[in-house]
Each structure stands twice: as structure tokens, then as C-alpha cells.
């Protein structure tokens, strides 16, 4: 009898314990599944980015060869790289600047909650939703220099036809101009309901302060809005050092370079060049940029997300 | 003095009959230029989508005219057969609904239990992994793919569906969403379905994910847009057109031989946009506020 319930008891207290270590093990059976693919396919190619410039390896052949910090310096040597980096920053420099600015101005001209304005942020939004690629193929059409609708327009003000696409002094504007199409009702958008989101309260306190359109801009919306702004930057930074679409199909990066980015020329450099360590050298410099920005991103995710 | 006084009122509402008058002319004005604004905004912004579809039912003849015209004379919709016929169309096309509904359905899976297992539980190691999850959100394709082209090809994966699909088998931004979703579910509800004697599954589908319904549908919205619409991905993870999806068929086009055809391009580019345009036709205010509720957070 006895013996029966000593069986017994031992019996439930292995349950119990088999139990609780399923109980222990469950958050992390959860989150597996995601953990592991997320470790294996984009943080551990980071790591690996990082081996890789460290050898002189073509891609095919099965040996890899070390050469240390070789790929690095032969990248920090080349104008190339160079102009391939000043391309990248003008690039995100004029994308951020045009993208917010321009973004602001259909902002402040569109903030009111009427149909029509609903229907106009619906229109200035809708290229935002669609692939870049159709973008890019449906741009180079427009812009080509013969037939294209761009050169069209200008001929019928008497202009003469611009090369969008082929000038060395053009083509990085004319990608600008794109991406700046596209993207601007994004920053329109985010930064309408910033400006929906100030309370009345304050412009009724400067209209019985007799202050001007610029005074209450100044001193009342823009330092309401500029986190806003300055996240859109954040988030349209990282956006612009990731350009790639546009180049691959309108461009190659050319011409004589004028536009080739450090993501398109990680790209040639890995695939078409077939020099896998030093295509990972430039990897680790856009990284490095990536990682900047990133840093400066969750500062201000955090910041913004402990307001709420 | 009482002659004076009526004359002061005849000019006071002199005066201010023109100020109304000034008034109403500057209104007008005004609504004149906020008009010519918004032509302009639907000009630049819409028209050359409608340039995509004209010249898409152009014939050769007409997309070489110069100046080009604004319509074709006679629509040409045997273009539309003549773009899909020019490429695989229908397997780019088949590709790209494997890919997608793969990306969709796997994400399912492993978002929901991640989600609702950093919301929900404590355990050691949360915060770390919870950081890892976060940070991997802002590593870009554009940076791993090179480290991962090698990886696939030692596990002889290249050209298949696995390189496309397995990377985005699930995503940090989405679970980041449903766990800020999850955390706001009331503790009370809760312990009151436990009490009823709910098991941890029920109580998932019956009470979170029926709470999560409008995240769950953004997470979806912007997964199936930015999946559909890769043109990065397919192209540089394949060597062939074996698993290739419809964004890069179409842009393959442009490398024929004999010079771009843009008549046959655009009507191909038509058909790429077609599902997106129509899912946004349908769906732009929440779409809209799906894109920009990272930004207001």
C-alpha cells in the first residue's frame, strides 16, 4: 500500500517536473523559428561579410586565399572607390533634402482634412507603392532622349533635348529627381499628421498674439514637427545608401561612373568582376554607414516610442 | 454734428465694404491658385502612370513619333499579347505567386509564437534576443546578399525557391508590430479565459489574434507589397530564369537585341503594377496608414 503510493507520488512528481521543464523551454520553442532564421540569414552574412575581405577569392575556385587588410587598402587607393562614395553621399544628401523639403511644402499645402486633399495625398502616395523597377523602366521611357515625354515637354516650351540619361553631368540629377518622385508623399504623408497632431490651442494663442504666418511657422510648427522631420532624414538616409534598382536598369552606373553607387559596385565587384573580397571591402564601408545611422534611428525610435 | 456723425458711418461702411470687397477678390485669387496647385500635383504625380498605359497601346510607328502624342490613334491591346508572349511571362508570373504566398504563409508561422512569446513571457535572455530581433530590422538586403549568394551555393540553393523564400521566412519589423499589439491585451481578459479553463492556444486564436485583426492585416499589406514588387533579390540570389519572379522577367526585356520595343515594355509594366495598383485602389487608406504608422509612433 505504501509502496503503491511512494510509486504513485514519485510518478506526479516526474509529470510536474517534465512539466515545468516544458513550461521553461515554451519561450523559447516560441520564438526559434524566427531567432534562427533571422541569426543564420542576416546577422551572421555580416560577420561573414567581414571574413570574407579579409581573402582574395573569385567566387568559383575552391581554395581562398588570405591577404589580410590588402582588399582595404587597395579600396582607400582607388578613385574609383572614391567617386563611387561622393556619388552614394550626393546622392543621399540631395534624395533627404529634396524628399523632406519638398515633402514639408505638399504637407503644409495639403494638411487640412477636406475630400479633396484626401484624394491628392492618395495620388502623391500611390508611386511609393510600386515597385521600383516598373518605376525605373517606366522613367527611362519617359526620359529617353529621342522619344521620350520629358524632352517632349521641353520641346513644346522651345527647349532643347537634355541626354537624362546619358550626360555625365545629368544622370545622377535625373536619378535624384526619381527617387525624389517617388518617395516625397511618403515624408508628405508621415509629415501631415505631424502637423494634424499640434494643438489648435497654440495658433490660437499666437493669433491673439497678432503673430505673422512666418512668426507662427517659426516658432510654433516647425519645432512641433522637426523629430518628425528628423526621423523621416534618419529613415530616408538609409534608404538612399541602399540604391540600387534605378542604376541596374537605367544606367550600369555609368556614364564613365557618374553614377555608380556602393551598393552597385558591391554588386559588380561580386558577380560580374568576380573579386569576392574586395566586393566584401566595400560591403564593410557601407556597413559601417548603415550602422551609423542605425544607431541614430533607435535613439530616436526610442525616444519617440517612451513620448508616447 | 449729427451730419458729421452719418458721414463718418457712410465712410466707415465705405471703408469696410472694401476691405470685404478686397477681401473677397483675394479669396478668390487664392482658391485660383490652390486649384492650379492641385493640377499641377495630379499632373506630376499621376501622369506618367497614365503615360505608361498610352504608350503601352502604341503602336512601334507611334512611340517613335517626336513630339510624341498624347493618345494612341487607334488602341493596340494585341500589345498585351504581344509583351507576354516576348517573355515566360506566365511562369515569371507563377514564380512570383510561389514566392509571395511562401513568404506570406511561412511568416504566419513564425511571427505570431515570437511575437506573442516576447510579449508574454519572461525569460532569461528576452531582452538580448528581443535587441538581436530589432537590430537584424535594419540590416538591408542590399548589404548581406554577397555572404549569403555563397552561402546558398554551398548548400546547393541557388536557383531554387529556397534562396528567395528562406530569408524572408519571417521579419523583425513585423514582430516588433504584433508584440507592441499583444502587450496592450488587458491582463483581466486574460486571466478570466484561463479561469475558464481556455488552454494557451485557444486563448491565442480566440482572444489575441482576433484583438491584433488590423495589425495582422498591416503586417500582411506590407509584407505582400514589398515581396511582390522585389526586383533586388530574385535577380542577384539566381543565375537563371528558373525561379526568377515578374518584377526582374519584365526588366529583362530592356536587353533585347534589336533595341528596347517600349510599346510591349510598358503594356509588361502594366500588367507588374496591375495587382498593386488594384489592391491600392481598394485599400489606399489603409495602406497609407500602414506605411506611415512606424512614422507616427
Known amino acids: 500500500m505504501a509502496a503503491a503510493a511512494a510509486l504513485q507520488l514519485e510518478a506526479d512528481k516526474a509529470k510536474r517536473k517534465s512539466h515545468s521543464v516544458l513550461h521553461a523551454i515554451k519561450p523559447y520553442l516560441c520564438i526559434a523559428p524566427a531567432i534562427v532564421i533571422l541569426a543564420v540569414f542576416w546577422v551572421y552574412p555580416i560577420f561573414n561579410m567581414g571574413y570574407l575581405s579579409l581573402f582574395k577569392w573569385d567566387l568559383i575556385s575552391p581554395t581562398m586565399k588570405f591577404v589580410g587588410l590588402q582588399n582595404f587598402q587597395k579600396l582607400f587607393a582607388d578613385p574609383q572607390f572614391w567617386q563611387t562614395l561622393a556619388n552614394t553621399l550626393i546622392y543621399t544628401v540631395f534624395v533627404v533634402g529634396l524628399g523632406v523639403g519638398g515633402g514639408l511644402l505638399i504637407a503644409l499645402f495639403l494638411k487640412k482634412r477636406t475630400k479633396t486633399n484626401g484624394f491628392l495625398q492618395a495620388v502623391i502616395f500611390s508611386p511609393y507603392v510600386v515597385s521600383l523597377a516598373s518605376i525605373a523602366l517606366l522613367w527611362m521611357w519617359i526620359m529617353n532622349r529621342d522619344f521620350g515625354l520629358l524632352n517632349g515637354v521641353l520641346g513644346f516650351f522651345g527647349i532643347s533635348a537634355v541626354d537624362w540619361l546619358g550626360d555625365t553631368h545629368v544622370t545622377l540629377a535625373s536619378l535624384i529627381l526619381i527617387s525624389v518622385w517617388k518617395s516625397i508623399g511618403y515624408d ?52 538612399s545608401l541602399k540604391v540600387f534598382e534605378t542604376i541596374q536598369i537605367m544606367t550600369q552606373g555609368g556614364p564613365q561612373n557618374a553614377t555608380n553607387t556602393l551598393v552597385f559596385s558591391l554588386y559588380q565587384y561580386g558577380f560580374a568582376f568576380n573579386k569576392v573580397g574586395y566586393a566584401a571591402a566595400i560591403g564593410m564601408v557601407l556597413l559601417v554607414l548603415i550602422a551609423v545611422f542605425s544607431v541614430v534611428y533607435f535613439k530616436v525610435l526610442s525616444k519617440r516610442v517612451h513620448y508616447k | 454734428m449729427v451730419f458729421d456723425n452719418a458721414q463718418a458711418n457712410a465712410k466707415v461702411a465705405l471703408d469696410f465694404e472694401g476691405i470685404a470687397r478686397r477681401r473677397a477678390a483675394l479669396a478668390w485669387v487664392s482658391r485660383i491658385g490652390r486649384w492650379a496647385v492641385n493640377i499641377l500635383l495630379v499632373l506630376v504625380f499621376f501622369f506618367p502612370f497614365f503615360w505608361m498605359v498610352s504608350s503601352s497601346l ?4 507611334e512611340t ?27 511562369k515569371y508570373l507563377l514564380n512570383s505567386v510561389i514566392v509571395t504566398l511562401a513568404v506570406l504563409a511561412l ?44 552561402l546558398f551555393a554551398k548548400m546547393q540553393m541557388i536557383n531554387t525557391y529556397w534562396s528567395l523564400i528562406l530569408p524572408f521566412a519571417t521579419s523583425a519589423f513585423n514582430i516588433f508590430m504584433l508584440r507592441q499589439t499583444f502587450n496592450q ?113
Request: charged share 10%; with cysteine.
Open chain 2, 185 to 297: 491585451m488587458p491582463v483581466e481578459l486574460i486571466e478570466a479565459a484561463r479561469l475558464d479553463g481556455a488552454s494557451e492556444f485557444k486563448i491565442i486564436v480566440r482572444l489575441f489574434l482576433p484583438m491584433a485583426k488590423a495589425t495582422l492585416v498591416t503586417c500582411a499589406l506590407l509584407t505582400f507589397i514589398s515581396t511582390w514588387n522585389d526586383y533586388f533579390w530574385p535577380l542577384v540570389l539566381t543565375t537563371n530564369d528558373a525561379v526568377r519572379t515578374l518584377p526582374v522577367g519584365v526588366a529583362s526585356m530592356r536587353a533585347s537585341e534589336s533595341g528596347i520595343n517600349y510599346h510591349l515594355l510598358m503594356a509588361a509594366n502594366v500588367l507588374l503594377c496591375l495587382p498593386i495598383m488594384v489592391v491600392y485602389l481598394f485599400a489606399n487608406k489603409h495602406i497609407i496608414k500602414a506605411f506611415s504608422y512606424i512614422g507616427d509612433k
Open chain 2, 58 to 61: 502604341k503602336t512601334l510607328g
Open chain 2, 107 to 150: 511568416q504566419t508561422v513564425t511571427v505570431v509564437p515570437a511575437a506573442y512569446a516576447f510579449s508574454q513571457y519572461r525569460f532569461r535572455g528576452r531582452g538580448l534576443l528581443f535587441g538581436v530581433t530589432l537590430v537584424t530590422m535594419m540590416v538591408p538586403a542590399q548589404l548581406v546578399f554577397l555572404p549569403l549568394f555563397v
Open chain 1, 188 to 239: 508628405a504623408l508621415i509629415l501631415v499628421s505631424a502637423l494634424q497632431g499640434i494643438p489648435q490651442h497654440l495658433y490660437e494663442a499666437a493669433r491673439l498674439d497678432r503673430a505673422g504666418a512666418w512668426a507662427t511657422f517659426r516658432s510654433i510648427t516647425f519645432p512641433m514637427i522637426s523629430p518628425t522631420m528628423f526621423f523621416l532624414v534618419i529613415v530616408d538616409v538609409i534608404a
Open chain 2, 64 to 90: 517613335m513619333q517626336f513630339p510624341p502624342t498624347l493618345l494612341p490613334s487607334e488602341p493596340q491591346w494585341s500589345n498585351y499579347d504581344g509583351a507576354i508572349s516576348s517573355i515566360p511571362f506566365g
